[in-house]
C-alpha cells in the first residue's frame, strides 16, 4: 500500500516541496530532512515500507509516530532518518 496524506495522524505538517528533486521520487539521501514537512514525512514512511516488503496502515503510522516523537536532532539527512528507523523500527517491532 502506499501511505497517503490522509492516511497521517498529526495536521501540524506544512506542504511546501521546496526540494530540488521532484516529489521525492528517489531513494532517499543526503537532502535535508525537515520533520514537518508532510512530503518528506511521506516520502521516508513509504520508503521505509518498501524496504520492509510490505507497508499497512498501522505500521505507516508507527513510523510517523516514531518520526515525530523519538527521532533525536542529530538526524539532519534523510539517509540519517532512514538508517535511525531501521534500527528502531526493528526494536519496537519485537513488541
Request: hydrophobic fraction near 35%.
Amino acid at each position: 500500500m502506499t501511505f497517503l496524506k490522509e492516511h497521517l495522524l498529526s495536521d501540524h505538517y506544512s506542504w511546501n516541496n521546496n526540494a530540488s528533486h521532484s516529489l521525492y521520487a528517489t531513494e532517499p539521501d543526503r537532502r535535508v530532512f525537515d520533520r514537518f514537512n508532510g512530503n518528506q514525512v511521506l516520502f521516508i514512511i513509504n520508503s521505509f515500507g518498501k524496504s520492509l516488503g510490505r507497508l499497512t496502515l498501522g505500521d505507516g503510522r508507527k513510523i510517523e509516530e516514531l518520526i515525530s516523537t523519538q527521532l533525536p536532532e542529530q538526524n539532519k539527512s534523510e539517509l540519517s532518518v532512514y538508517n535511525w528507523l531501521r534500527g528502531v523500527y526493528l526494536y519496537y517491532s519485537n513488541y
